[in-house]
């Protein structure tokens, strides 16, 4: 009897591995994305601190062009008090008293004292 013998051309090949996609991302689609991610935070706080540090440069250099205006307002409101000091005490006394040894102008200190006192 004779032998069956493959057809001419041979077999077709056997198909041993599975054909299906893969399930879910790919570790390397997610780390890229999350590179992104942080790239894009990492960004927008840059800008923030750049914009933090220009408004505290802003902020210092109006209060160094205000200082002349508030110190003649304190040196104003300090001649009205020293004024109506001097006014008070006329109308006390009857005379105004030199306490100081000169008639230059010493700045006064105030010192704030609790008006009542509980033990």
Same mark, same amino acid.
């Given at each position: 009897?004779?032998?069956?013998?493959?057809?001419? &051309? #041979?077999?077709?090949?056997?198909?041993?591995?599975? !054909? %299906?996609?893969?399930?879910?991302?790919?570790?390397?689609?997610?780390?890229l &994305?999350?590179g %992104?991610?942080?790239?894009? #935070?990492?960004?927008?706080?840059?800008? #923030?601190?750049? /914009?933090? !540090?220009?408004?505290?440069?802003?902020?210092?250099?109006?209060?160094?062009?205000?200082?002349?205006? %508030?110190?003649? /307002? /304190? +040196?104003? +409101?300090?001649?009205?008090?020293?004024?109506?000091?001097?006014?008070?005490?006329?109308?006390?006394?009857? /005379? @105004?008293?030199?306490?100081? @040894?000169?008639?230059?102008?010493?700045?006064?200190?105030?010192?704030?004292?609790? #008006? !009542?006192?509980?033990?």
């Amino acid at each position: 009897m004779p032998q069956d013998m493959p057809p001419v &051309g #041979g077999y077709e090949a056997v198909q041993y591995k599975r !054909n %299906l996609p893969a399930k879910g991302f790919r570790p390397a689609t997610i780390m890229l &994305g999350a590179g %992104l991610v942080m790239t894009y #935070g990492w960004y927008k706080l840059a800008i #923030g601190i750049r /914009e933090q !540090n220009e408004y505290a440069r802003e902020k210092m250099w109006s209060r160094i062009h205000l200082i002349p205006a %508030l110190q003649a /307002e /304190e +040196d104003r +409101d300090l001649v009205r008090r020293h004024l109506a000091d001097q006014a008070r005490e006329k109308e006390l006394l009857g /005379e @105004n008293i030199k306490v100081y @040894n000169s008639d230059r102008y010493v700045r006064p200190t105030f010192a704030i004292a609790p #008006g !009542n006192i509980t033990k």
